[in-house]
């Protein structure tokens, strides 16, 4: 479920060219009760994963 303020994620109309773009960064990673691609349990490791990723929202 997204929670989005009221007024604050639409546009009201047609964006124009003058409009600047935002870019935002999404991963989703499912985290395999832990288990890295070596199958050694390891939240850390996830955990390292998913901050060098740069991502801004992440969904788990």
């Known amino acids: 479920m997204f929670i989005v ?6 546009a009201n109309g047609p964006l124009e060219a003058s409009d600047k773009a935002i870019s935002l960064k999404v991963m989703s990673y499912n985290i395999h ?12 490791c996830i955990a390292k994963v998913i901050e060098d990723s740069g ?4 969904g788990l």
């Not at 009760?33 to 850390?44: C, K, N, T, W």
């Not at 991502?55 to 992440?58: G, K, N, S, V």
């Open 5 to 10: 303020p009221l007024g604050s994620a639409f």
């Open 33 to 44: 009760h832990a288990a890295g691609i070596d199958g050694v349990l390891s939240l850390e």
């Open 55 to 58: 991502a801004e929202i992440i």
